[in-house]
């Protein structure tokens, strides 16, 4: 079993910046990827950015390269999304998922995902 517990979403201005982070607990394997999702209200569920956990490859959605930042700390078992330069369609609710078996085909899709946090709330005014 893995537990994800998301935090640092918040209110911030067009422009600005905000850091997510996501600790796990529980049974974490170095096998796992992990990555962050997003929904805006009446929208589906959207890939942002995964990590895998041992070897540090990265991947992200075209709308937010160059802006966001994914990265985790093995050691806290953390994962974080620094994201600057938010803009308004950025605001979603914002989940971090796990997978126990990465795949670069469906990094993106949100049932390759098993594990999923809570959820932590964003919002970009213009």
């Known amino acids: 079993q893995v537990q994800l517990v998301e935090s640092g979403g918040g209110l911030v201005q067009a422009g600005g910046s905000l850091r997510l982070s996501c600790a796990a607990s529980?049974?974490?394997?170095?096998?796992?990827?992990m990555g962050w999702f997003r929904q805006a209200p009446g929208k589906e569920r959207e890939f942002v950015s995964a990590i895998t956990w041992s070897g540090g490859s990265t991947y992200y959605a075209d709308s937010v390269k160059g802006r966001f930042t994914i990265s985790r700390d093995k050691a806290k078992n953390t994962l974080y999304l620094q994201m600057n330069s938010l803009k308004p369609e950025d605001t979603a609710v914002y989940y971090c998922?796990?997978?126990?078996?990465?795949?670069?085909?469906?990094?993106?899709?949100?049932?390759?995902?098993?594990?999923w946090g809570q959820g932590t709330q964003v919002t970009v005014s213009s």
């Open positions: 529980g049974r974490t394997f170095s096998s796992n990827g």
């Open positions: 998922a796990a997978t126990a078996r990465f795949s670069v085909v469906r990094v993106g899709v949100p049932s390759t995902y098993g594990y």
